[in-house]
């Protein structure tokens, strides 16, 4: 699964799987003039081959629609028309305090970009989370 953390300037990129339930940050592409980095993203969806793809959904805490809400429905939109896969959303209130949480834990240096593919993983743990993806284990 990949999932992604829409921005005006940045959206971050995190890989999951639902075998394992965990999620990584994978990369962070521009956005310029409202138009994402597709020929990055066309790359990235061609090596990881997700299954399907998660995208946080910005509301206020009160759970109206935020001033992103219609660019990150675009974003869908497209999302689905390019690559055919089925597109999933959660609420990613709150994603971003997350992000920078794990982000100064882990003791990196505050960096909005990579900050951008945290906020993707956090949505994407919390969609499988969410899903009841648990992890599972075979044994022989």
Same mark, same amino acid.
């Given at each position: 699964?990949?999932?992604?953390?829409?921005?005006?300037?940045?959206?971050?990129?995190?890989?999951?799987?639902? @075998?394992?339930?965990?999620?990584? +940050?994978? $990369?962070? %592409?521009?956005?310029?003039? =409202?138009?994402? !980095?597709?020929?990055?993203?066309?790359? @990235?969806?061609?090596?990881?081959? +997700?299954? $399907?793809? %998660?995208?946080?959904?910005? =509301?206020?805490? !009160?759970?109206?629609?935020?001033?992103?809400?219609?660019?990150?429905?675009?974003?869908?939109?497209?999302?689905?028309?390019?690559?055919?896969?089925?597109?999933?959303?959660?609420?990613?209130?709150?994603?971003?305090?997350?992000?920078?949480?794990?982000?100064?834990?882990?003791?990196?240096?505050?960096?909005?970009?990579?900050?951008?593919?945290?906020?993707?993983?956090?949505?994407?743990?919390?969609?499988?989370?969410?899903?009841?993806?648990?992890?599972?284990?075979?044994?022989?």
């Amino acid at each position: 699964m990949m999932g992604f953390d829409y921005g005006t300037k940045h959206i971050g990129i995190a890989i999951g799987q639902t @075998l394992t339930a965990t999620a990584s +940050p994978l $990369a962070t %592409i521009s956005v310029r003039n =409202q138009k994402p !980095d597709w020929k990055h993203l066309n790359e @990235l969806i061609y090596k990881w081959q +997700p299954q $399907a793809l %998660i995208v946080g959904l910005p =509301q206020h805490l !009160d759970g109206t629609n935020s001033s992103l809400t219609d660019g990150v429905n675009g974003f869908i939109e497209e999302l689905k028309q390019r690559y055919r896969l089925p597109v999933h959303t959660i609420d990613e209130t709150l994603s971003s305090v997350e992000a920078a949480r794990k982000s100064n834990q882990a003791h990196q240096k505050k960096d909005n970009k990579n900050i951008n593919a945290i906020a993707a993983q956090v949505i994407l743990e919390s969609w499988i989370a969410d899903n009841n993806c648990k992890p599972t284990h075979t044994f022989f």
